[in-house]
């Protein structure tokens, strides 16, 4: 590793921490602290999704699944821009009109305080698991491209540095830095990503070029008859990625909650829409670098190189072939990339906590003899011990990690947005209903991925939130029928 490179990556971790918390201004309230005031631009909360939804599994594992398939990923975002939409128009006006700081008071508001707590610790629940995945296979790409430019860290000395970092501006900054410091992390590695992609186009040669442009890889979807399996044919793409993004955007606090932090409305809906169409941006550029390789490569498939998966690809590029500097720059863009969603996540949880269990939280806080303020930083704390432990337990991921941790999300995400359908668009539909079919959908999701995976077919996870909510529909509506008989 070269002098310049060492120094891009040193001044990027020490100076982010820094300017983060110094936009983020003062924290004189729960409410600003994890609600940001509800008074940021459109345009910094647009970016924060985007940086909020990618992580180092997007930027290593698309180019690998772009060099044996091409630009799937993007005829993916074709799906979540329509989910996007979908939710700007039916979900965010009843939002803002509620006044809601965390999405599972809307729930409260309908159902009762159980259903409230019960998707919320449900949250809380998966977000550990995914972000645990996401953080853990976040490090492996780091410590490697580091080992091969002998500067050998172990994984979790990495994984400690930078979530002592991140939770540094998160701590003490709320949501406002990490709204800023994601908008910043995301140009670090979105300028990054093109400056492969044109060093790459630059020394392909005409024959390399054109056999990319005749290639069959600029094909958004897959033809396939394994309709259930591919998550990359146009239905399950399109469809299924739809239907993911409405509860993704729509349900989920790690994302909802910086919707819910525009000036109003309007903004919000700007926001939403326009990064979904950041992330098909941000996909393509990914795929391009990955489509770039596969033609400067001859062809070649990943195991002729020796490479064992798809996620070896882009850090072996890193290591041998970026010029010093750029190779700082890519890392930086790596690490940005895991403190972002990091960050998103620890406050996402902290809200959740001390907004859907507020009064537990109220009686502890007294006890410990703290603030609402403070309480909520300690909660921060133990959020981010719970996600190191969370990381360290996970050994190895098989595949593509990135379609993993999508896969870990979206176990609960078919119940959560059945149970917000039901919230907000049917008048007779009861607690004693929804709340008990909630749960039952949440296991049998989690029950049918453990039963299908030892068999080596999978669903794909663009088809698991549409599954979840039919099996929310048809829990809701037999608990229903159950209870018209017993009257």
């Excluded at 005409?206 to 008859?225: P, T, V």
């Excluded at 895991?338 to 009686?363: E, I, K, Y």
Aim: charged share 10%; aromatic share 10%.
């Amino acid at each position: 590793m070269s002098a310049i490179d060492i120094a891009i990556i040193c001044i990027y971790c020490l100076t982010l921490p820094f300017i983060a918390f110094a936009l983020s201004g003062r924290q004189d309230s729960v409410s600003t602290y994890i609600g940001g005031g509800h008074n940021l631009p459109w345009w910094v909360i647009c970016l924060s999704l985007v940086a909020t939804e990618t992580s180092t599994l997007t930027i290593i594992s698309i180019p690998g699944i772009a060099y044996g398939s091409g630009m799937v990923f993007v005829g993916l975002a074709v799906g979540y821009v329509i989910g996007r939409a979908l939710v700007a128009w039916l979900f965010l006006p009843r939002y803002f009109s509620g006044q809601v700081s965390s999405v599972y008071q809307y729930l409260g508001q309908r159902f009762g305080p159980a259903m409230e707590r019960t998707v919320s610790a449900t949250f809380l629940v998966m977000r550990v698991l995914a972000e645990g995945i996401r953080l853990f296979a976040g490090m492996l790409p780091v410590a490697a491209i580091l080992a091969s430019m002998h500067l050998p860290l172990p994984q979790w000395a990495i994984m400690l540095l930078i979530t002592g970092l991140t939770l540094f501006y998160t701590m003490f900054g709320g949501l406002r830095a990490v709204v800023w410091s994601d908008a910043i992390q995301l140009a670090v590695y979105a300028v990054g990503t093109a400056a492969c992609m044109g060093l790459l186009y630059h020394q392909a040669t005409d024959m390399q070029i054109h056999a990319l442009r005749h290639s069959n890889r600029f094909h958004l979807f897959h033809k396939s008859a394994q309709f259930f399996l591919d998550p990359y044919t146009p239905c399950a793409a399109m469809i299924g990625g739809a239907i993911m993004a409405m509860a993704s955007h729509g349900t989920d606090q790690l994302l909802v909650q910086r919707v819910l932090a525009a000036r109003n409305l309007y903004d919000a809906r700007k926001a939403l829409v326009g990064s979904g169409v950041m992330v098909g941006c941000l996909f393509a550029m990914l795929s391009l670098v990955g489509m770039l390789l596969w033609a400067r490569n001859d062809e070649k498939p990943l195991a002729a190189m020796g490479l064992q998966t798809s996620d070896a690809l882009f850090p072996a590029f890193i290591v041998h072939d970026l010029p010093p500097g750029l190779a700082g720059l890519l890392i930086a863009g790596l690490l940005s990339a895991t403190m972002g969603s990091l960050s998103a996540t620890l406050n996402a949880m902290t809200s959740a906590t001390v907004l859907d269990f507020a009064a537990p939280c109220r009686a502890l806080a007294r006890c410990m003899g703290l603030s609402a303020l403070a309480f909520a930083r300690v909660v921060t704390l133990l959020w981010a011990v719970v996600l190191v432990c969370a990381a360290l337990a996970f050994a190895r991921c098989h595949g593509p990690a990135v379609v993993f941790g999508l896969s870990v999300a979206s176990c609960s995400y078919g119940a959560m947005l059945g149970a917000f359908v039901f919230a907000m668009f049917s008048r007779h539909a009861l607690t004693r209903e929804v709340l008990p079919a909630f749960v039952v959908t949440v296991v049998t999701v989690c029950g049918l991925m453990m039963l299908w995976r030892p068999y080596g077919a999978t669903i794909a996870f663009t088809w698991l939130v549409p599954l979840g909510v039919m099996v929310m529909f048809i829990c809701a509506l037999g608990s229903r029928a159950i209870g018209k008989i017993w009257q």
